[in-house]
């Protein structure tokens, strides 16, 4: 058997003559930047989100840059995030000149850990960006009261979990701004790079459609220096075929979770902590294991697919060796790095496939403690 780590030809199988259809609609239009699809989308994604305003982006990445560059974070700043992310949190506030400030994460939930935060706030912190991990919203309440106390934008990085609820909250919904990716392995995926903004505040929504359009305001008058953030209209006609479908998906992928969590009940295999006070998406099922490199070329040799997020944090990234961070300085980060592994979960996974998963995990797992591997 084989099993991917994500298997997108699953999906697109049962939604083909739609998305060709819809492709089709903007090609025949040739209305091939900006248009109806995008406005669509942006309402339709402001509404699930339970937000105002929407504004599209050309990726997550340039959702995440628009928004620092809308909240004129730059040069002398300071932005406080987790170092156990994707790289494009802490590249964009690099990009916009300010100095990204890590502090540790929860190692039950890989998020930002709130008790940390505090004390890493100086003159100079103009926001905190906490990431929504593997589909899971961070520790909301803490990161707001910080915020609101030393008047201090929320940058959510929700990329990894669009609807994910957090004491019944949207992501996005609860911080300055939230910020998606449509990568396509997110659980609502693009046939290509795309992103979105959200805000309920009307002052930044403004900014952040001038922004994404080289900050010009009328055409050709630059009020500020943007970009072209742009979203791509066949990307959003591909996205509303999707988006009626997300909640299924998410629910089809918490059940996947479940069934792995009753499966790996009572073993040393470490399943995905969910805090009560959320509903996950789970982007990702990310469990720890003894001797997870092992591991990792087991079940390639079963063929399974997995995958290691991540396996370096971000403190210790080579372009970022101008902070001065040095090993040791975020120890949960970096011992979940060592750890951590992402298994199928996907939607569209049958019950012998999770078992095959669960079956392989489980006999590697015996023969560690056999002392075979
Ligand atoms: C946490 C996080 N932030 C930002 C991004 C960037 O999104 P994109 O790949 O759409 O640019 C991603 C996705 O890859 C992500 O997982």
Same mark, same amino acid.
């Given at each position: ?58 990726s ?32 964009c ?18 998020n ?21 991990l593997f ?15 030393? /008047? +201090?934008?929320? *940058?959510? %990085?929700?990329?990894?979990?669009? =609807?994910?609820?957090? @004491? ?5 919904? $609860? ?11 997110? /659980? +609502?995926?693009? *046939?290509? %790079?795309?992103?979105?903004?959200? =805000?309920?505040?009307? @002052? ?5 459609? $001038? ?7 009328p ?75 092992q ?42 790095a ?6 199928p ?13 669960v ?15």
């Open positions: 058997m084989k099993v991917p780590l994500l298997d997108l030809k699953a999906q697109y199988a049962t939604i083909k003559n739609d998305v060709l259809a819809a492709v089709s609609e903007v090609l025949e239009s040739q209305q091939c930047i900006g248009g109806p699809k995008v406005a669509e989308l942006e309402k339709n994604i402001a509404a699930i989100s339970d937000c105002k305003y929407a504004v599209g982006a050309s997550g990445t340039d959702a995440i840059l628009n928004s620092l560059m809308s909240l004129d974070i730059g040069h002398g700043d300071e932005v406080i995030t987790t170092p156990f992310t994707f790289f494009a949190t802490v590249g506030i690099s990009r916009t000149g300010a100095k990204p400030v890590f502090v540790d994460i929860d190692p039950k939930t890989y930002i850990n709130p008790d940390l935060i505090e004390q890493a706030v100086t003159e100079k912190t103009k926001a905190i960006m906490p990431v929504h589909g899971q919203m961070a520790d909301m309440d803490p990161i707001m009261e910080i915020a609101s106390k030393y /008047n +201090l934008a929320v *940058i959510e %990085d929700a990329a990894q979990s669009i =609807t994910s609820t957090y @004491k019944g909250r949207k992501a996005g919904s $609860i911080g300055t701004v939230g910020c998606f990716s449509f990568f396509p392995s997110k /659980n +609502l995926g693009g *046939i290509g %790079d795309g992103g979105m903004v959200v =805000t309920n505040d009307e @002052k930044l929504y403004n900014r952040l459609t $001038i922004m994404r359009n080289h900050g010009q305001e055409k050709y008058y630059h009020r500020y220096v943007g970009g072209n953030f742009r979203l791509d209209p066949i990307q959003a006609a591909a996205l509303l075929v999707k988006l009626p479908h997300l909640d299924d998906w998410s629910q089809a992928r918490r059940r996947n979770a479940a069934y792995y969590d009753e499966k790996f009940n009572d073993t040393v295999v470490e399943t995905p902590y969910i805090n009560p006070d959320c509903v996950s998406i789970y982007n990702q099922y990310v469990i720890r294991v003894p001797k997870r490199d591991l990792v070329a087991y079940l390639k040799e079963k063929n399974i697919g997995c995958e290691i997020y991540y396996p370096r944090p971000m403190h210790l990234q080579e372009c970022f060796r101008y902070l001065n961070y040095k090993q040791g300085d975020f120890p949960e980060a970096e011992k979940a060592k750890e951590v592994l992402a298994i979960v996907y939607p569209e996974l049958t019950d012998e496939m999770k078992d095959y998963v079956e392989t995990i489980l006999s590697f797992i015996g023969a560690v403690a056999t002392l075979k591997i």
